[in-house]
């Protein structure tokens, strides 16, 4: 069976700090690759996703992800976080066109 | 007015009613889908749909049941809840052919079982 791995359950960061949220997937044959994100008490949005082509991925309010194949993962990243960013954020893998499995999701608690 | 509308968005329930939450979209996508999401255990697939003769059971499918009405409603059922179907459920839709498989999520049904 496929898995999504996030690693952190939580993430605690001062606001203006880099974050990195990890997610590492199961299984090297083709796949497309999505964060999204879940505000409270709203479903989830996409911030990004992975398709093909170049490995770094750019999404919205200044999101990043890297597609490393060797290595299976699909880290999400931003260089200055904003009190705003605190969430829940999914990595989500859809193998075989048809199939997704998401994550456990990862909070992320931007402090003042 | 939001492209994929669950309802009802909260509902307390007492153990061994049955329950039904629906799902509309306007979106014009054949692929739509029901999860159930648990802290700690992000989103499970309970079932999902490729069309509307199309019902396939996802990975927690046990008492839970699916119709798919029109290509733009599917209901979820609950036969007869249990506590621990107590959980926050989201419908969403994707279109491989217009967006690569994006999912489109409404937002959310809190179902609480007494």
């Known amino acids: 069976a496929q898995s999504v791995t996030q690693l952190d359950s939580q993430v605690p960061v001062f606001e203006e700090a880099p974050v990195e949220l990890r997610c590492n997937y199961s299984?090297?044959?083709?796949?497309?690759l999505f964060w999204y994100v879940q505000y409270p008490n709203q479903g989830l949005q996409l911030l990004l996703k992975y398709l093909s082509g170049s490995t770094l991925v750019k999404g919205i309010n200044g999101f990043e992800a890297e597609f490393n194949k060797s290595q299976t993962s699909f880290h999400l990243r931003k260089p200055s976080v904003h009190i705003s960013d605190t969430a829940e954020y999914f990595c989500a893998v859809l193998y075989n066109f048809n199939k997704f499995y998401f994550g456990s999701g990862t909070k992320l608690n931007v402090k003042p | 007015d939001a492209d994929v509308t669950q309802t009802p968005r909260n509902r307390i329930t007492k153990t061994g009613k049955r329950i039904m939450l629906e799902c509309s979209q306007t979106k014009g996508h054949d692929r739509m889908y029901w999860y159930r999401q648990d802290p700690g255990l992000g989103l499970r697939l309970i079932y999902y749909s490729f069309d509307v003769k199309d019902i396939n059971k996802g990975e927690i499918s046990d008492g839970y049941s699916v119709s798919r009405q029109a290509q733009a409603k599917f209901s979820l059922s609950l036969e007869s809840a249990i506590p621990n179907q107590t959980a926050l459920y989201f419908c969403?839709?994707?279109?491989?052919?217009?967006?690569?498989?994006?999912?489109?999520f409404g937002e959310g049904s809190r179902l609480t079982v007494l």
């Open positions: 299984s090297s044959v083709s796949v497309y």
């Open positions: 969403a839709t994707s279109d491989p052919g217009l967006t690569a498989g994006e999912l489109f």
